[in-house]
C-alpha cells in the first residue's frame, strides 16, 4: 500500500529538528532509518502530515569514548554499532546483541537510537542497553534531559521520550573487559526473538548483568539471577541453578508464538546458555 500523503522535511540540526516538531505537533513524525515507521505508514496505521528526517544530521551519528562511558549518536546504525571497536572493547554487549538484529540490509539503514525509541518490546536492543545500565539524552524545547534505561522504558512502544523531544545520544557506562552473551530464541531466521537473554558478567563471576527481550511490555532486568550469580563460581550446575529464577517478576505474552509459560520457560533455558557462554564455560 501507498502511504498517506506528507510533507517531508530535512533539517541538517537538532535545533532546525525541534523547531520542526514544535511546529507540527502530533501532526509530525519522525524519520530515523526508517525500518519500523515506514511499515506503519505503507499500512497506513500511521498519517502524519509531516515527516521530519534526521538523516543529515551529522551530528547523531557515531561513537566516542567518554571517559567513563560510550556515546552512541541516536542515528548510528546497527551495522555500525555490531563493528564498531570501542563497543567491542567496552561494551561487547551490545556488538553481540546488534549483530542479532534482522538481516544486513536492515542493520545498514536502522539506527540504534530509532530501535530504542521505537521500543518494541521484541527489539533486540532493548534488553541489552537496560542491563548496561544506559542513559538516554534526549533534546527538547527546554533544553537537554538524561532519562535512565529503568526510567525510559515506559510501556508497549511508549517511552519517556516527549512529542517535542528527540533521544539525541544514549551514554554506555563502560564495562570493559566483561564476558558477553546475546542468546535469541527465533522461529524464522533475521527476525524479531520470541525471547531472548542478554547476558554480561564481570569475571567468573563476580557481578552479571541480565537483560530479558519479550518477557513483558518492557525489556527487563533478571535481578533474582543477578543476585544468585554474583560471586558464585561459573559451573555449569550454579549457573542453571541461578538461572531457575530468571522468569520471576515477568509478564510475558501468550501469542501464536508461544503461550506464557512457555516464555518463562524459554528465559530460564536461555538465560542459564547466555550467562554460561559470557563466562566462557
Ligand atoms: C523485516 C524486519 C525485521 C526486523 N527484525 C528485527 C529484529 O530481529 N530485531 C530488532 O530489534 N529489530 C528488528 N527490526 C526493526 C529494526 O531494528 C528497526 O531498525 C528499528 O526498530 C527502528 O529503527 P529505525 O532507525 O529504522 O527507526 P524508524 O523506523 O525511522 O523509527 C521508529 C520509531 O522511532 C521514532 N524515532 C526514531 N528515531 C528517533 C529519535 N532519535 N528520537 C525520537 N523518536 C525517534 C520514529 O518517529 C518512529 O516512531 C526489523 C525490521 C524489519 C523491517
Known amino acids: 500500500m501507498i502511504p498517506v500523503q506528507f510533507d517531508y522535511l530535512a533539517p541538517t540540526s537538532v535545533e532546525e529538528a525541534l523547531a520542526a516538531l514544535g511546529q507540527h505537533g ?3 513524525k519522525i524519520l530515523a532509518g526508517g525500518q519500523s515507521l515506514l511499515p506503519v505508514l505503507r499500512m497506513r496505521l500511521n498519517a502524519p502530515e509531516v515527516v521530519i528526517d534526521l538523516g543529515g544530521i551529522s551530528s547523531l551519528r557515531g561513537i566516542r569514548d567518554d571517559g567513563d562511558a560510550l556515546v552512541i549518536g541516536a542515528m548510528t546504525t546497527h551495522h555500525d554499532v555490531r563493528d564498531d571497536s570501542l563497543v567491542k572493547e567496552h561494551a561487547l554487549l551490545l556488538s553481540k546483541a546488534a549483530a542479532e538484529v534482522a538481516d544486513a540490509q536492515i542493520r545498514h539503514r536502522g539506527t540504534f537510537g530509532g530501535a530504542l525509541a521505537h521500543a518494541d518490546p521484541a527489539g533486540d536492543l532493548g534488553a541489552p542497553a537496560l542491563a548496561l545500565g544506559a542513559q538516554f539524552v534526549i533534546a527538547g524545547p527546554g533544553g537537554t534531559r538524561t532519562v535512565d534505561a529503568a526510567d525510559f522504558f515506559v510501556d508497549l512502544f511508549e517511552t519517556a521520550i516527549g512529542d517535542d523531544e528527540i533521544l539525541t545520544e544514549v551514554r554506555i557506562p563502560k564495562h570493559t573487559g566483561w564476558g558477553a552473551h546475546y542468546e535469541k530464541f527465533v522461529r524464522v531466521a533475521h527476525q524479531w526473538p520470541i525471547v531472548a537473554v542478554a547476558a554480561t558478567v564481570k569475571g567468573s563471576i563476580d557481578e552479571a548483568r541480565v537483560g530479558l527481550t519479550n518477557m513483558g511490555s518492557t525489556p527487563l532486568r533478571a535481578t533474582a539471577t543477578e ?14 541453578e541461578a538461572s531457575q529464577l530468571a522468569a520471576e517478576g515477568t509478564n510475558p505474552p501468550s501469542d501464536l508464538n508461544g503461550a506464557a509459560d512457555y516464555r518463562q520457560h524459554l528465559a530460564r533455558v536461555l538465560t542459564g546458555r547466555a550467562v554460561l557462554k559470557a563466562a566462557g564455560v
Do not use: F, I
Open 26 to 28: 502530533d501532526d509530525a
Open 227 to 240: 543476585r544468585a550469580l554474583a560471586g558464585a563460581s561459573a559451573t555449569e550446575d550454579g549457573v542453571r
